[in-house]
């Protein structure tokens, strides 16, 4: 399943869909408590009829705030059942998720992540995108933005609940813009590329579109997991399916580096230890909190590690990929630079 033609797949075009990841059982247990907690609730039924898409987060189901061993404070409950919470390390995407997290080369982790902290990557966050089966009588429907920057050092599994057949839209990417060489021929296009990028009933490619640089529509079966990394420009097409979409992104990140804010409660008494050790914050970061978010509820987020650097080596990795961003202060920088840090 994750051999290096797999390999050679996921550095070549930033994704790759690793067939049949869940089983039945699996999927019906994903799929009824969806039923029950997601598709039943009314709210949702009511937005369901609105053109936009339905977003919510598998962590903020219920909220309920406690705190881990280093003071940090963590948002949220539940993650809805075994079955969701046998996601966090499923047993096929582990050692993958070890391996683009945890090797440099691939550009996710650090050059100088010292390799004893290399395999504990950490689930950063999480989203869960929800589409009624669209109707001749239904509006348009806009789809998303591309996003995605070769300098980003996080991936993403993408599981469908439900088929994905051709043309009916969802998870798409312009194939190959992980790396900078590519991603320049999209900056090259001018205009509104982000916008502009995918031919549907409610939307249209630029006309000028390098043709070295393709959208590509990401078909997959119910139990498949498209594993893209974050680097690639990626977006929501819209959709045009008669059943409905249902897809869980699980975010994963590198030791020491965050993205987002908030944290799951690692309190829980059902998660395995292996679960929680993949939720819990690191002690000490490679990169620093975002300077638009209060950090003061999880103090161990500005806690660096003694060996943080103010850029990645970029020797050590695979030919055309880039360094992951290290996010610090100036104050930081100019630290380290003197010899402080
Ligand atoms: O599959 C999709 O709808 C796109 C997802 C997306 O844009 C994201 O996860 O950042």
Redesign the pocket.
């Known amino acids: 399943m994750w051999d290096d033609k797999t390999r050679e797949t996921f550095a070549r075009q930033g994704y790759v869909v690793i067939p049949d990841v869940l089983d039945q059982d699996q999927l019906d247990e994903l799929n009824k408590v969806y039923d029950q907690h997601i598709v039943e609730q009314k709210d949702l039924q009511a937005r369901a009829n609105t053109e936009n898409r339905i977003r919510f987060s598998v962590r903020g189901r219920e909220s309920q705030e406690t705190t881990d061993r280093y003071g940090n404070t963590y948002w949220g409950r539940r993650l809805w059942s075994k079955a969701y919470r046998d996601l966090i390390d499923n047993e096929t995407m582990h050692p993958i998720l070890e391996e683009v997290l945890g090797d440099p080369a691939w550009g996710h982790a650090p050059a100088h992540l010292p390799k004893e902290l290399r395999p504990q990557f950490r689930l950063d966050h999480d ?1 869960v ?1 929800y589409k009624p089966g669209r109707k001749q009588t239904d509006g348009d429907d806009p789809g ?1 933005t591309l ?1 995605g920057n070769p300098t980003a050092w996080h991936i ?1 599994c ?1 599981y469908e609940l439900k088929n994905v057949g051709p043309g009916e839209g ?2 798409g990417c312009v194939v190959g813009t992980h790396k900078p060489e590519n991603e320049q021929k999209l900056l090259d296009i001018g205009d509104d590329w982000k916008s502009n990028w995918v031919n549907t009933e409610w939307t249209s490619q630029l006309s000028n579109w390098d043709k070295d640089v393709p959208v590509h529509r990401v078909e997959a079966k119910a139990g498949d997991c498209i594993l893209f990394t974050e680097k690639l420009k ?3 097409i819209p959709w045009s399916g008669t059943g409905e979409r249902r ?1 869980l ?1 699980y975010k994963y990140v590198p030791y020491g580096m965050h993205h987002g804010d908030v944290a799951y409660d690692t309190n829980d008494p059902e998660l395995t230890r292996r679960q929680k050790s993949i939720l819990e914050f690191s002690p000490n970061w490679f990169n620093e909190p975002r300077e638009d978010k209060d950090y003061s509820g999880n103090p161990a987020l500005t806690q660096l590690h003694p060996d943080v650097r103010i850029e990645s080596d970029t020797s050590v990795l695979m030919p055309g990929m880039s360094a992951p961003r290290i996010r610090l202060s100036d104050e930081t920088k100019a630290k380290l630079l003197n010899g402080a840090g």
Do not use: I, L, S
């Open positions: 989203n995108h998303g996003h993403t993408v969802g998870f990626h977006g929501t897809t992104f």
